[in-house]
Protein backbone atom coordinates (compact mmCIF):
# COMPACT_ATOMS: atom_id res chain seq x y z
CA UNK A 1 0.00 0.00 0.00
CA UNK A 2 2.93 2.32 0.63
CA UNK A 3 4.37 1.65 -2.18
CA UNK A 4 1.48 2.50 -4.23
CA UNK A 5 1.45 5.79 -2.52
CA UNK A 6 4.96 6.43 -3.11
CA UNK A 7 4.02 5.64 -6.72
CA UNK A 8 1.33 8.26 -6.88
CA UNK A 9 3.10 11.08 -5.16
CA UNK A 10 6.09 11.01 -7.60
CA UNK A 11 3.55 10.53 -10.40
CA UNK A 12 1.58 13.95 -9.17
CA UNK A 13 5.36 16.11 -8.42
CA UNK A 14 6.37 14.59 -12.09
CA UNK A 15 3.51 15.88 -13.72
CA UNK A 16 3.57 19.34 -11.68
CA UNK A 17 7.28 19.87 -12.41
CA UNK A 18 6.12 18.84 -16.03
CA UNK A 19 3.46 21.25 -16.48
CA UNK A 20 5.30 24.52 -16.83
CA UNK A 21 7.67 23.24 -19.60
CA UNK A 22 4.81 22.09 -21.61
CA UNK A 23 3.44 25.87 -21.05
CA UNK A 24 6.64 27.33 -22.60
CA UNK A 25 6.99 24.67 -25.32
CA UNK A 26 3.70 25.65 -26.39
CA UNK A 27 3.84 29.59 -26.36
CA UNK A 28 3.08 31.16 -29.68
CA UNK A 29 6.08 32.25 -31.89
CA UNK A 30 5.03 35.65 -32.91
CA UNK A 31 5.95 36.44 -36.56
CA UNK A 32 7.06 39.94 -36.76
CA UNK A 33 7.30 41.15 -40.71
CA UNK A 34 10.06 44.41 -41.02
CA UNK A 35 9.84 46.61 -43.89
CA UNK A 36 12.38 49.18 -43.57
CA UNK A 37 13.00 52.68 -46.14
CA UNK A 38 16.42 52.02 -47.08
CA UNK A 39 19.88 50.49 -45.23
CA UNK A 40 21.49 53.78 -43.61
CA UNK A 41 23.06 53.67 -40.27
CA UNK A 42 20.12 55.27 -38.64
CA UNK A 43 17.41 53.17 -39.76
CA UNK A 44 19.94 49.99 -39.24
CA UNK A 45 20.30 51.55 -35.90
CA UNK A 46 16.76 51.19 -35.15
CA UNK A 47 16.39 48.00 -36.66
CA UNK A 48 19.30 46.33 -33.98
CA UNK A 49 18.20 48.22 -31.17
CA UNK A 50 14.58 46.44 -31.52
CA UNK A 51 16.14 43.07 -31.74
CA UNK A 52 18.26 43.47 -28.91
CA UNK A 53 15.20 44.48 -26.65
CA UNK A 54 13.53 42.17 -27.65
CA UNK A 55 15.97 39.52 -27.05
CA UNK A 56 16.87 40.73 -23.63
CA UNK A 57 12.81 39.80 -22.91
CA UNK A 58 13.06 36.26 -24.29
CA UNK A 59 9.14 36.31 -26.18
CA UNK A 60 9.51 33.98 -29.10
CA UNK A 61 9.81 35.89 -31.57
CA UNK A 62 10.77 35.22 -35.38
CA UNK A 63 11.52 38.37 -37.85
CA UNK A 64 11.17 38.56 -41.79
CA UNK A 65 13.54 41.67 -42.69
CA UNK A 66 12.48 43.63 -45.89
CA UNK A 67 14.21 46.69 -47.31
CA UNK A 68 12.36 49.01 -49.81
CA UNK A 69 15.44 50.57 -50.93
CA UNK A 70 13.69 53.95 -50.93
CA UNK A 71 10.86 52.81 -53.60
CA UNK A 72 7.24 53.17 -52.51
CA UNK A 73 6.06 50.05 -55.02
CA UNK A 74 8.29 48.22 -53.70
CA UNK A 75 7.08 48.93 -49.86
CA UNK A 76 3.41 48.17 -50.95
CA UNK A 77 4.57 44.68 -52.40
CA UNK A 78 6.59 43.93 -48.65
CA UNK A 79 3.25 44.90 -47.16
CA UNK A 80 1.08 42.38 -49.36
CA UNK A 81 4.10 39.84 -48.93
CA UNK A 82 3.39 39.75 -44.87
CA UNK A 83 -0.40 39.81 -45.35
CA UNK A 84 0.18 36.57 -47.15
CA UNK A 85 2.67 35.39 -44.91
CA UNK A 86 0.05 35.69 -42.24
CA UNK A 87 2.17 37.97 -39.79
CA UNK A 88 1.23 38.76 -36.17
CA UNK A 89 2.51 42.31 -36.22
CA UNK A 90 4.28 44.41 -38.47
CA UNK A 91 6.50 47.20 -38.15
CA UNK A 92 7.30 50.21 -40.89
CA UNK A 93 10.28 51.92 -40.50
CA UNK A 94 10.12 55.36 -41.46
CA UNK A 95 7.40 56.34 -43.79
CA UNK A 96 6.31 55.16 -46.97
CA UNK A 97 6.44 51.29 -45.22
CA UNK A 98 4.20 52.70 -42.64
CA UNK A 99 1.51 53.59 -44.80
CA UNK A 100 1.82 50.54 -47.17
CA UNK A 101 1.87 48.54 -44.35
CA UNK A 102 -1.56 51.01 -42.31
CA UNK A 103 -2.80 50.60 -45.83
CA UNK A 104 -2.73 46.88 -46.26
CA UNK A 105 -3.30 45.39 -42.86
CA UNK A 106 -6.17 46.81 -40.63
CA UNK A 107 -6.52 43.39 -38.26
CA UNK A 108 -3.25 43.19 -37.05
CA UNK A 109 -0.92 45.63 -35.56
CA UNK A 110 0.91 48.12 -37.28
CA UNK A 111 3.90 49.59 -35.47
CA UNK A 112 5.95 52.32 -36.53
CA UNK A 113 9.51 53.35 -35.70
CA UNK A 114 11.48 56.70 -36.55
CA UNK A 115 7.66 58.55 -38.02
CA UNK A 116 8.84 62.34 -37.68
CA UNK A 117 4.79 63.10 -37.71
CA UNK A 118 2.59 60.14 -37.13
CA UNK A 119 -0.36 62.66 -37.51
CA UNK A 120 0.91 64.51 -40.94
CA UNK A 121 1.63 60.80 -42.64
CA UNK A 122 -2.25 59.59 -41.54
CA UNK A 123 -0.98 57.08 -39.36
CA UNK A 124 -2.91 58.39 -36.69
CA UNK A 125 -6.15 60.72 -36.42
CA UNK A 126 -5.18 62.63 -33.35
CA UNK A 127 -2.06 62.83 -30.66
CA UNK A 128 -5.09 62.99 -27.77
CA UNK A 129 -7.94 61.36 -28.55
CA UNK A 130 -7.80 57.20 -28.59
CA UNK A 131 -9.97 56.39 -31.63
CA UNK A 132 -9.77 52.32 -32.06
CA UNK A 133 -6.94 51.90 -34.37
CA UNK A 134 -4.85 48.78 -34.95
CA UNK A 135 -1.41 51.80 -35.31
CA UNK A 136 1.20 52.47 -33.47
CA UNK A 137 5.01 53.36 -32.54
CA UNK A 138 7.44 55.73 -32.07
CA UNK A 139 7.99 59.37 -33.17
CA UNK A 140 11.82 60.71 -34.24
CA UNK A 141 10.28 64.42 -34.34
CA UNK A 142 13.49 66.48 -33.40
CA UNK A 143 13.14 70.51 -31.84
CA UNK A 144 13.90 71.83 -35.47
CA UNK A 145 12.77 75.61 -34.27
CA UNK A 146 15.43 74.73 -31.46
CA UNK A 147 18.09 73.45 -33.60
CA UNK A 148 17.94 75.85 -36.32
CA UNK A 149 17.65 79.10 -34.23
CA UNK A 150 21.15 77.41 -32.65
CA UNK A 151 22.52 76.91 -36.14
CA UNK A 152 21.49 80.23 -37.05
CA UNK A 153 23.66 81.99 -34.04
CA UNK A 154 26.60 79.30 -34.08
CA UNK A 155 27.03 79.50 -38.04
CA UNK A 156 26.06 82.85 -38.60
CA UNK A 157 23.61 81.95 -41.01
CA UNK A 158 21.42 84.11 -43.29
CA UNK A 159 20.09 82.28 -45.80
CA UNK A 160 19.50 78.49 -45.58
CA UNK A 161 19.18 75.47 -48.21
CA UNK A 162 17.67 72.50 -47.45
CA UNK A 163 16.84 69.50 -49.97
CA UNK A 164 13.99 67.30 -49.25
CA UNK A 165 11.47 64.37 -50.57
CA UNK A 166 8.68 65.74 -52.03
CA UNK A 167 7.17 62.24 -52.41
CA UNK A 168 7.62 61.32 -48.28
CA UNK A 169 5.03 63.05 -45.76
CA UNK A 170 8.21 63.53 -42.88
CA UNK A 171 10.35 65.56 -46.44
CA UNK A 172 7.57 67.92 -46.87
CA UNK A 173 6.80 68.34 -43.28
CA UNK A 174 9.68 69.17 -42.08
CA UNK A 175 10.81 71.80 -45.04
CA UNK A 176 7.41 73.61 -44.24
CA UNK A 177 8.76 73.62 -40.13
CA UNK A 178 12.37 74.90 -41.69
CA UNK A 179 10.39 77.26 -43.93
CA UNK A 180 8.60 79.07 -40.89
CA UNK A 181 11.14 79.21 -38.59
CA UNK A 182 13.20 80.89 -41.26
CA UNK A 183 10.48 83.41 -42.09
CA UNK A 184 9.92 84.00 -38.19
CA UNK A 185 13.42 84.86 -37.55
CA UNK A 186 14.46 86.93 -40.59
CA UNK A 187 16.10 83.99 -42.63
CA UNK A 188 16.12 83.64 -46.05
CA UNK A 189 15.43 79.93 -47.62
CA UNK A 190 16.08 77.97 -50.87
CA UNK A 191 15.09 74.38 -50.78
CA UNK A 192 14.98 71.71 -53.57
CA UNK A 193 13.29 68.78 -54.01
CA UNK A 194 14.20 65.13 -54.85
CA UNK A 195 12.11 62.00 -55.37
CA UNK A 196 15.34 59.27 -54.60
CA UNK A 197 18.37 59.54 -53.39
CA UNK A 198 20.45 59.61 -56.83
CA UNK A 199 19.58 62.96 -57.07
CA UNK A 200 20.56 64.77 -53.75
CA UNK A 201 23.74 65.29 -54.80
CA UNK A 202 22.68 67.58 -58.08
CA UNK A 203 20.12 68.86 -55.53
CA UNK A 204 22.61 70.44 -53.45
CA UNK A 205 24.99 71.84 -56.41
CA UNK A 206 21.80 73.57 -57.49
CA UNK A 207 20.94 75.71 -54.40
CA UNK A 208 24.98 75.77 -52.39
CA UNK A 209 25.96 78.73 -54.22
CA UNK A 210 22.68 80.58 -52.90
CA UNK A 211 22.88 79.62 -49.21
CA UNK A 212 25.52 80.43 -46.03
CA UNK A 213 24.70 76.75 -44.67
CA UNK A 214 22.82 72.89 -45.72
CA UNK A 215 20.07 71.43 -43.36
CA UNK A 216 19.58 68.17 -43.29
CA UNK A 217 16.54 66.85 -41.50
CA UNK A 218 15.32 63.46 -40.29
CA UNK A 219 14.72 62.64 -44.32
CA UNK A 220 15.58 58.75 -44.93
CA UNK A 221 15.90 60.00 -48.83
CA UNK A 222 18.08 62.57 -48.02
CA UNK A 223 20.19 60.81 -45.35
CA UNK A 224 21.17 58.07 -47.52
CA UNK A 225 22.93 60.03 -49.33
CA UNK A 226 25.02 62.29 -47.11
CA UNK A 227 28.06 61.14 -48.17
CA UNK A 228 26.82 63.64 -51.63
CA UNK A 229 25.81 66.42 -49.38
CA UNK A 230 29.26 66.48 -47.30
CA UNK A 231 30.93 66.09 -50.54
CA UNK A 232 29.62 69.62 -52.00
CA UNK A 233 29.60 71.34 -48.73
CA UNK A 234 32.52 70.51 -48.10
CA UNK A 235 33.99 71.97 -51.37
CA UNK A 236 31.96 75.16 -51.10
CA UNK A 237 33.34 75.69 -47.61
CA UNK A 238 29.40 76.04 -46.32
CA UNK A 239 28.70 74.43 -42.69
CA UNK A 240 26.54 71.25 -43.30
CA UNK A 241 23.76 71.02 -40.00
CA UNK A 242 22.46 67.54 -40.34
CA UNK A 243 19.66 66.57 -37.39
CA UNK A 244 21.08 62.40 -37.39
CA UNK A 245 23.85 61.84 -35.49
CA UNK A 246 23.99 58.15 -36.45
CA UNK A 247 25.40 59.25 -40.00
CA UNK A 248 27.49 62.25 -39.31
CA UNK A 249 29.83 59.65 -38.47
CA UNK A 250 33.15 59.89 -41.27
CA UNK A 251 31.51 63.58 -42.62
CA UNK A 252 32.49 67.17 -42.86
CA UNK A 253 29.52 67.75 -40.55
CA UNK A 254 30.10 71.20 -38.32
CA UNK A 255 27.25 70.48 -36.11
CA UNK A 256 24.62 67.47 -35.70
CA UNK A 257 22.11 67.26 -33.22
CA UNK A 258 19.63 64.14 -32.43
CA UNK A 259 18.73 61.59 -30.61
CA UNK A 260 20.51 57.85 -31.00
CA UNK A 261 18.80 55.84 -33.07
CA UNK A 262 19.64 52.70 -31.65
CA UNK A 263 17.42 54.22 -28.39
CA UNK A 264 14.69 54.64 -31.23
CA UNK A 265 15.45 50.81 -31.89
CA UNK A 266 14.95 50.15 -28.42
CA UNK A 267 11.79 51.90 -27.50
CA UNK A 268 10.33 50.15 -30.88
CA UNK A 269 10.72 47.03 -29.40
CA UNK A 270 9.00 48.14 -26.07
CA UNK A 271 5.91 49.00 -28.28
CA UNK A 272 6.17 45.53 -29.52
CA UNK A 273 6.14 43.78 -26.38
CA UNK A 274 3.32 45.77 -25.17
CA UNK A 275 1.32 44.57 -28.09
CA UNK A 276 2.57 40.70 -27.75
CA UNK A 277 1.37 41.26 -24.15
CA UNK A 278 -1.76 42.36 -24.73
CA UNK A 279 -2.13 45.88 -24.67
CA UNK A 280 -4.23 47.73 -27.72
CA UNK A 281 -2.65 49.91 -30.11
CA UNK A 282 -5.44 52.51 -29.77
CA UNK A 283 -3.96 52.97 -26.05
CA UNK A 284 -0.31 52.98 -26.78
CA UNK A 285 -0.52 55.95 -29.52
CA UNK A 286 2.12 57.79 -30.88
CA UNK A 287 5.31 57.95 -28.27
CA UNK A 288 7.56 61.17 -28.10
CA UNK A 289 10.61 62.06 -27.05
CA UNK A 290 10.40 65.10 -24.95
CA UNK A 291 13.45 64.75 -22.31
CA UNK A 292 16.14 67.14 -23.40
CA UNK A 293 18.60 64.33 -22.14
CA UNK A 294 17.69 61.93 -24.83
CA UNK A 295 19.42 64.71 -27.31
CA UNK A 296 22.82 64.72 -28.52
CA UNK A 297 24.28 68.46 -29.86
CA UNK A 298 27.93 67.92 -31.53
CA UNK A 299 30.16 70.42 -32.98
CA UNK A 300 32.50 69.47 -35.23
CA UNK A 301 35.71 71.40 -34.01
CA UNK A 302 37.43 70.41 -37.02
CA UNK A 303 35.11 71.59 -39.48
CA UNK A 304 34.82 74.58 -37.47
CA UNK A 305 38.15 75.62 -38.13
CA UNK A 306 38.08 74.80 -41.92
CA UNK A 307 35.32 76.71 -42.44
CA UNK A 308 36.96 79.81 -40.16
CA UNK A 309 33.92 79.16 -37.75
CA UNK A 310 34.11 80.60 -33.83
CA UNK A 311 32.09 78.32 -31.13
CA UNK A 312 31.81 80.25 -28.45
CA UNK A 313 32.86 78.36 -24.88
CA UNK A 314 28.87 78.88 -23.59
CA UNK A 315 27.82 77.54 -26.66
CA UNK A 316 30.46 74.37 -26.78
CA UNK A 317 29.55 73.87 -22.89
CA UNK A 318 26.17 72.83 -24.22
CA UNK A 319 27.56 70.28 -26.39
CA UNK A 320 27.15 66.49 -25.34
CA UNK A 321 30.34 65.91 -27.82
CA UNK A 322 32.93 67.46 -29.52
CA UNK A 323 35.03 66.35 -32.69
CA UNK A 324 38.38 67.37 -32.58
CA UNK A 325 41.78 65.86 -34.66
CA UNK A 326 39.11 63.10 -36.43
CA UNK A 327 38.16 62.20 -32.63
CA UNK A 328 34.79 62.32 -31.05
CA UNK A 329 35.43 63.18 -27.27
CA UNK A 330 32.40 63.07 -24.46
CA UNK A 331 31.63 66.20 -22.99
CA UNK A 332 28.92 64.53 -20.75
Not at 33 to 56: C, N, R, T
Not at 166 to 190: L, P
Request: hydrophobic share 40%.
Amino acid sequence: MKRIIVLLVCSLLFTLSAQPQTETSSRKTYSIGVSKMVSHPALDAIEKGMQDYLAKTGLPVTYDFQNCNGDIATAVAIAQKFKSDDRDIVVGIATPPAQALAQVFKDRPVVFGAISDPLAAGLVSSYDKKDDTNICGVSDMNPIDLQLETFFQVAHIKTLGMVYTSGEANGVAQMEVARSVCQKDGIGFVSAAVTNSSEVKMAVQSIIDRVDGMYVAIDNTVVSAIASVDEVCYKAKKPLFNSDTTSSENTHFFMSWSFNYYTVGVETGKVIEQVINGKKPKDIGAIFFNDPSQFDLIFNLDSAKYLGITISDEMLAKASYLVKDSVKVSRK
